[in-house]
């Protein structure tokens, strides 16, 4: 009864896409869920073609400084969709979304994708210390602020607004930080070789994760062209994989193409890279709504909060780019770049994926309201747990032992993806523990 009186609700496209009128039959639950994987793999096309090549072109153009470059315009490239995800569901009142999607996103980040890589390597992978512990400090941080933002279920301007400083302390910090060591290590007599600028190392042809890791350009080379060789034959898994998304993406390649100027480094249409950047993000807007409003939709039909949608749902959608991304790029051997990357983006995904919307939705005059805010609040600290679990596998024993680099060999990614399910399987059955005692 309860969905029939939902089906009779009147047709609105801005509200719920009309699926009101369709999610009582079989086919109108098939049309959402492919809807929803298809708007996964939309946003992945738009994101990796488009929207982070013409947010490269940029940088390049402004004479940007790598470092300044990876913890600003690149990183946003990155977590764009979970960033737009929160803002499309502040907009529509339903905030609870896009911060599970946010916290979902980073159990994957700090147990599933690790762990995965891991497992995917012959042998262990070494992990650069100091970033790692930079990342996790202001990681803790972030969270700690977020917990308290939405402690009552509203969102002030001064909460939103300290989210958003909290990310610009870890921007200067990405920038000092290595000024300071430099110095320091020449004061000591050490001989420091001169960093490369952004613009220098884009115009050797190298891409922006080789730029920020890698440094031998010969191992560069042999890494780029063994990558495209095995995915294009389909030789490793995540060849097949990409093979088998392009089939699914040619219509979308084919809508890409037409509306997002190719603005490729050097080619006749470099010039175009804002039109490209612009139209990439509205595209990112485009299936972000669609996925929001799907997960939402079966939120309301399900009883469960949008917030549990959005940690088991959008979260896995958005990172699976990014986990075949990091696999790829440990089974070269690559560690700090697979896992850094992963561990990295998620400050922006709390600092400025929410604290932006929020701060913007509160200049209008309308604070945020977060209804399954005590949900969320569970989560917050079962991955407050998961950092403390994480920063022991990575760092505790290269800390104790004092390694100049954290080992991640197989048996800590057994633990790490087991860690992943586990703490799924308790906050699942906490919910809906929880669930049953309300009712």
């Not at 939405?150 to 002030?156: A, H, L, M, S």
């Not at 509306?259 to 807007?285: D, H, N, Q």
């Amino acid at each position: 009864a309860a969905v029939s009186g939902m089906a009779s609700e009147e047709c609105s496209v801005l509200e719920d896409l009309c699926l009101s009128q369709i999610d009582n039959t079989g086919w109108g639950i098939l049309l959402e869920v492919f809807l929803v994987l298809y708007g996964f793999l939309g946003l992945a096309a738009i994101c990796d073609d488009y929207l982070v090549l013409s947010l490269e072109v940029l940088c390049v153009r402004w004479r940007i400084r790598e470092d300044i470059a990876g913890a600003t315009f690149m990183a946003f490239g990155s977590a764009a969709p979970e960033i737009v995800v929160n803002a499309v569901t502040t907009l529509k009142g339903q905030s609870g979304t896009g911060v599970g999607a946010i916290i979902g996103s980073g159990w994957i980040a700090f147990l599933l994708i690790p762990g995965f890589c891991a497992l995917s390597t012959e042998g262990p992978l070494e992990i650069k210390r100091r970033p790692m512990l930079r990342d996790m400090i202001f990681y803790t941080l972030a969270l700690g602020l977020l917990s308290w933002a939405f402690y009552d279920g509203k969102i002030d301007a001064i909460e939103a607004v300290i989210l958003v400083v909290t990310y610009l302390c870890y921007l200067v910090v990405v920038i000092v930080a290595p000024i300071i060591r430099r110095k320091w290590r020449e004061r000591q007599g050490e001989i420091v070789a001169d960093a490369k600028s952004f613009v220098e190392l884009v115009e050797e042809e190298k891409s922006f994760l080789e730029i920020m890791d890698v440094k031998d350009s010969d191992t560069l080379q042999l890494f780029v062209s063994e990558v495209l060789e095995e995915s294009a034959s389909g030789e490793t898994c995540c060849g097949r994989v990409q093979w088998f998304g392009e089939i699914l993406a040619a219509p979308l390649s084919y809508l890409f193409m037409a509306t997002c100027p190719p603005c490729k480094r050097g080619s006749p249409y470099e010039c175009l890279y804002p039109i490209t950047f612009i139209m990439s993000f509205g595209w990112v807007a485009v299936f972000s709504f669609i996925v929001s409003t799907v997960v939402e939709r079966w939120a309301a039909l399900s009883g469960l909060n949008s917030g549990f949608f959005g940690l088991f749902l959008i979260s896995v959608g958005a990172e699976i780019p990014d986990t075949i991304q990091s696999v790829t790029v440990a089974k070269r051997g690559y560690g700090s770049m697979a896992v850094a990357n992963s561990i990295g983006s998620q400050i922006i995904n709390i600092c400025l994926g929410l604290g932006m919307p929020w701060a913007i939705h509160n200049a209008f005059g309308k604070p945020v309201e977060i209804f399954d805010h005590e949900a969320l609040q569970v989560a917050v600290w079962f991955q407050v747990g998961v950092v403390f679990f994480s920063f022991s596998i990575f760092l505790g024993a290269a800390l104790v032992l004092r390694l100049k680099k954290a080992i991640l060999h197989r048996r800590k990614g057994y633990a790490l993806v087991a860690a992943y399910f586990l703490v799924l399987a308790v906050y699942a059955s906490v919910t809906f523990g929880q669930g049953d005692a309300s009712s």
